[in-house]
């Protein structure tokens, strides 16, 4: 077998767009995953210093802890703050609440949030996707109604895409939107929808029109007030650490009006397939348990035996390699491109480094003696949400297949 050709692999080679020729190259036309060497611009470390800042002022204030899980807390106090010095909805413009930051600024306050263990949810749909969406999609209408209030931290959204027969095949979904006058009703379940208990909209994935044999086609996404709509049952359903995170919802005809559908009808599967860009290349996808990792060294606190060092060194540089090739893939949305290829890449490779930490240090545990109460706190809760992370924003074998085609491999 020959191995895959690289070309222009270190920073300053001539062609500004470093790439990695695969191994489809050998029998198919070049295709390329596009990682760019990106150095985050001062401007974006700039900002380091004042969310910190704001994140120390607002802890010492006692507005939040830092919880197990990470950035899945919710706490509407702290998105409020982050809000209001301009932190959430950052790269939108200003006339919808943004600060019309660069998506590497933005990048910035996202890494400070997960590197802290802020609990985020509450704010972090809409600004990662929902809003995005909105933005791209939605009417002018829309864009005032919703868009500031989010930038605010004032308004939660929730995402319903995932049904109970439906979710790695979500082209396959049932939930269905019938014409009514003056606007749509809706009859199905959504099923995993994170915070539907707790937000005050959702926005879901239907089927406008019946199923037929293109299989993308007749499918339109719709935000639907998640307080005030008839019809809406929400069911809780627990998961393996013991929270009630995710529900089931029931629609039953309940109405949304016309100026609540998002963007065409029948663009529902473009809409949806461009938010995943976001939501899969972003640091949460290798630094929701860095908190884990930074109680590790604390505990080892110097005195860890070679061995631990090198464990400790390797989860590192893997973090560090990580970490390379998602600011690339936020540069490349900075530069309008959708790198969805190498998105799901980051996301198969981040969430796997993800789920091999807590197991390294349940073992470095074991074989150091580590009798720390803080460490064992958080792996206890890291070991019982690591399943999740290889399954929500598209499951291993779902990325995969993405890479593969992408590769032209299948
Ligand atoms: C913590 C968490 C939060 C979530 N929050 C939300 C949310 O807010 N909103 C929302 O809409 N959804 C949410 N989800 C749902 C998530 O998107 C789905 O669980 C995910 O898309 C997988 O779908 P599924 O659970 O139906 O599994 P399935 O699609 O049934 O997959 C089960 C297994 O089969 C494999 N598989 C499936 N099809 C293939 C194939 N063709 N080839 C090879 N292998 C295959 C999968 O890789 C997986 O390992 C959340 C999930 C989690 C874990």
Redesign the pocket.
């Known amino acids: 077998m020959s191995l895959p050709r690289v070309h222009g692999a270190c920073r300053g080679a001539g062609d500004p767009r470093h790439s990695v020729r695969s191994l489809a190259a050998v029998k198919a036309p070049a295709v390329h995953l596009r990682f760019s060497p990106s150095v985050l611009p001062e401007a974006a470390e700039n900002l380091r210093s004042e969310v910190r800042r704001l994140l120390e002022d607002t802890r010492a204030r006692g507005v939040w802890f830092a919880e197990g899980l990470s950035w899945w807390g919710r706490n509407p106090e702290l998105s409020r703050a982050l809000g209001g010095a301009g932190f959430i909805g950052m790269t939108w413009p200003r006339r919808y609440g943004g600060a019309e930051r660069s998506q590497l600024e933005r990048y910035v306050v996202t890494e400070e949030l997960l590197a802290a263990g802020a609990p985020a949810a509450f704010h972090w749909?809409a600004d990662r996707q929902i809003g995005p969406s909105i933005l791209r999609y939605g009417s002018e209408a829309q864009k005032r109604r919703f868009l500031p209030p989010i930038a605010r931290g004032e308004l939660s959204f929730?995402?319903?895409?995932?049904e109970p027969d439906?979710?790695?095949?979500?082209a396959s979904i049932r939930m269905r939107a019938e014409r009514v006058d003056g606007g749509w009703r809706l009859n199905g379940s959504?099923?995993?929808?994170?915070?539907a208990h707790v937000a005050e909209y959702c926005v879901a994935l239907v089927r406008t029109e019946p199923k037929s044999d293109k299989r993308h086609a007749g499918m339109s996404q719709v935000i639907i007030d998640l307080r005030n709509s008839n019809g809406i049952t929400v069911r809780p359903i627990i998961?393996l650490p013991g929270r009630h995170?995710?529900n089931e919802v029931f629609f039953e005809d309940t109405f949304v009006p016309d100026d609540c559908l998002l963007g065409n009808p029948g663009d529902g599967w473009a809409q949806v397939t461009s938010e995943l860009a976001y939501e899969r290349s972003g640091p949460e996808r290798f630094l929701t348990n860095f908190h884990l990792l930074r109680a590790l060294v604390d505990a080892l606190d110097g005195s860890a035996s070679p061995a631990a060092q090198r464990e400790v060194g390797l989860l590192v540089s893997r973090l560090w390699a990580l970490r390379a090739a998602s600011v690339s893939v936020a540069a490349s949305l900075e530069a309008g491109e959708t790198p969805n290829v190498e998105s799901a890449l980051v996301k198969d490779l981040g969430t796997n480094f993800q789920q091999e930490v807590p197991e390294i240090v349940r073992r470095l545990v074991a074989a150091e003696g580590i009798d720390d109460r803080n460490l064992l706190d958080i792996l206890r809760q890291v070991v019982l949400a690591a399943p999740?992370y290889t399954?929500?924003?598209?499951?291993?074998?779902?990325l995969r297949?993405i890479v593969a085609r992408g590769l032209r491999l299948r």
């Not at 439906?166 to 979500?170: F, K």
């Not at 959504?190 to 915070?195: A, R």
């Open positions: 749909f929730a995402v319903g895409m995932s439906s979710g790695s095949d979500l959504k099923i995993w929808t994170s915070y998961d995170d995710f999740s399954i929500q924003g598209g499951a291993t074998e779902i297949g």
